[in-house]
Nanobody, 116 residues
Framework: QAQLVESGGGLVQPGGSLRLSCAASGFDFRSYAMYWYRQAPGKDQELVAF????????DYADSVKGRFTISRDNAKNTVYLQMNRLKPEDAAVYYCKTVRSQTNYWGQGTQVTVSS
């Protein structure tokens, strides 16, 4: 059974940085693309970033381009989201996801709060 566990969230001031991690287990991590999503209270879920299985291709929501970087370490079965120049509107619960056999697997989420 695929399992995803996010960590690294917390409280940060506007302009600050955080690095989120998502540790994967129970499946062949290196064979699957990975996604970071976020959801703020009262807002729709948003796809933030995507990375292919090899890490060779990434893509980002326009709202985070130039500030966030997705990466992965296939030897550690972990995907990361480096978030720089954080804004109050980045505050949300951040989730990682993978898709196997047309089934979505989600982590439990990690809270990011951006406030002075």
């Amino acid at each position: 059974q695929a399992q995803l566990v996010e960590s690294g969230g917390g409280l940060v001031q506007p302009g600050g940085s955080l690095r989120l991690s998502c540790a994967a287990s129970g499946f062949d991590f290196r064979s699957y693309a990975m996604y970071w999503y976020r959801q703020a209270p009262g807002k729709d879920q948003e796809l933030v970033a995507f990375i292919t299985s090899s890490g060779g291709t990434t893509d980002y929501a326009d709202s985070v381009k130039g500030r966030f970087t997705i990466s992965r370490d296939n030897a550690k079965n972990t995907v990361y989201l480096q978030m720089n120049r954080l804004k109050p509107e980045d505050a949300a619960v951040y989730y990682c996801k993978t898709v196997r056999s047309q089934t979505n697997y989600w982590g439990q989420g990690t809270q990011v709060t951006v406030s002075s």
